[in-house]
């Protein structure tokens, strides 16, 4: 089991930045694709940004290319979403996500592809 807490969220102004964290434990990170989705009021939960268990692969979001930039640190068992440049569409209750596979390149971007889920922090960007 990968138990996963994220902290970060916050309100900031349009154009602001916001640096998320994704504290995991049970486990060691090194064999799992990390994600961060985002669920914003009366939508559904949505793909943001994951990166492969070696942290060489990453996927974005188109409307977050350039202003996000997801990152891991498997020897603090950490992951992290730096969001630049923010938007009030940004605002949402962000979401770390943990899959289990130690050997491919692939980052998925279906919800159903994620094993572990963390409690979400919630992001408000004011315009």
């Known amino acids: 089991q990968v138990q996963l807490e994220e902290s970060g969220g916050t309100l900031v102004q349009a154009g602001g930045s916001v640096r998320l964290s994704c504290a995991a434990s049970?486990?060691?990170?090194?064999?799992?694709?990390m994600a961060w989705f985002r669920q914003a009021p009366g939508k559904e939960r949505e793909f943001v940004t994951g990166i492969n268990w070696s942290g060489v692969y990453t996927e974005y979001k188109d409307s977050v290319k350039g202003r996000f930039a997801i990152s891991r640190d498997n020897a603090k068992n950490m992951v992290y979403l730096q969001m630049n440049s923010l938007k009030p569409e940004d605002t949402a209750v962000y979401y770390c996500?943990?899959?289990?596979?130690?050997?491919?390149?692939?980052?998925?971007?279906?919800?159903?592809?994620?094993?572990?889920w963390g409690q979400g922090t919630q992001v408000t960007v004011s315009s």
């Open positions: 996500a943990a899959r289990h596979d130690p050997i491919s390149m692939v980052v998925p971007d279906r919800e159903g592809e994620y094993d572990y």
């Open positions: 049970g486990r060691s990170l090194n064999f799992y694709v």
